[in-house]
């Protein structure tokens, strides 16, 4: 039963996690943090991110903390974010693409698109897009995308990414996620092609108590039973551990991969379709104006 006891040191390592101050992220740093690392908090609430650092700090430890300003629903803040990362020029050895919006009412990001989608893959896709030079220069480094079981219902309607037809919020949900785990998958592709050494991972929190859910009823929730510092652990693990596969998906192995300790998760056919997933990486490509690993 894998733990944050398992975690090798992080001390020297620069990690950012997306979706920093609450939930799965907030477990992610901390525990990051715990083992050395420079974590950067990229959050779209600046208070909130330091207010979670200042509980973080509580705790000593050699790691260092850093909040940043980072909205994923709109690219222009995006590429400001990254711009001054890219400025430093520090290697980058892991990025978790953890925040993301579950069933929320329709809204929209800044370029036009329904907002799950939009935050939970294209502001992602575009971040890895942006900061991919850094993780190069580091030895052994990963982009880490948080997805969900939810993908197993999801399909890619590239007719109606901007809610175009219709909106049903769970429908998108599963998209969104579908997305991202067709993302790590072409990703990994695309970088085995290009011969760099960059790993590409995915991983699930089963179902873990978070504010991801708030949009949700209490009857919807009430089989949500994992505490977050438990939730985070295939995180972690695919952020990590020398045991994980590039292209892998992880999440929690028992009662159906919703609850338990680390271990592999299945991909399924819909998210290892070669052709979906390159009409989805040109339509990221073409709504970002990013040429990543083409």
Known sequence: MWSTEDMPDQSGKTVIVTGANSGIGFESVKALYAKGA?????????????????????????????????????????????????????????????????????????????????????????LSAHLYPLLQKAEGSRIVTVSSLAYTY?????????????????????????????????????????????????????????????????????????EVSQGVLPILFAAVSPEISNGGFYGPDADGGLRGYPGSAPILDNALDPIVAAKLWNVAQTATGLDFLP
């Open 38 to 126: 420079y974590v950067i908090l990229a959050c779209r609430d600046l208070v909130k991110a330091r207010a979670a650092m200042d509980r973080i700090y509580k705790r000593p430890s050699p790691g260092k903390l850093e909040a940043a300003l980072l909205d994923l629903s709109s690219l222009s803040s995006v590429k400001t974010f990254a711009d001054v990362l890219l400025k430093r020029g520090t290697p980058l050895n892991m990025l978790i693409n953890n925040a993301g919006i579950m069933n929320p009412p329709l809204t929209f990001t800044a370029e036009g698109f329904e907002s799950q989608f939009g935050i939970n893959f294209l502001g992602h896709f575009a």
């Open 154 to 226: 999801g399909t890619i309607d590239f007719g109606n990414l901007r809610s175009e037809i219709s909106y049903d919020a769970f429908r998108e949900y599963c998209q969104s996620k579908l997305a991202d785990l067709l993302f790590t998958v072409e990703l990994k592709r695309r970088i085995f092609s290009k011969g760099d050494q960059v790993l590409s991972v995915a991983a699930h929190p089963g179902v873990t108590k978070t504010d991801l859910s708030r949009f949700m009823s209490a009857e919807e929730i009430s089989g949500f039973s994992m």
